[in-house]
């Protein structure tokens, strides 16, 4: 399963995603909102997103919001 990671701290990316590889998923890592829509759209097979509450360009819950519409 793939899994979204969207972060703009490298550091808190970089570990979560060794902890999806760990549970074995495969992450797809985003660093920015914008990046992370993108992402999803690229990508049809992600079923799962972890985004951070705040991000530049776009935090998680616009994220979430243009997702939805």
């Known amino acids: 399963m793939k899994v979204l990671l969207a972060d703009d701290s ?3 990316l ?3 995603s060794h902890l ?4 074995g998923f495969e992450p ?6 914008a990046a992370a829509i993108r992402s ?3 990508d049809p097979s992600i079923q799962l997103m972890i985004l951070d509450w705040e ?4 935090d998680g819950p616009k994220v979430l ?5």
């Open 55 to 58: 991000m530049p360009v776009l």
């Open 40 to 42: 999803f759209h690229d």
């Open 65 to 69: 919001t243009q997702l939805r519409r």
């Open 28 to 33: 797809i890592l985003a660093r920015n909102g």
């Open 10 to 12: 490298e550091s808190q």
């Open 20 to 23: 999806v590889e760990g549970w």
């Open 14 to 16: 970089h570990r979560i």
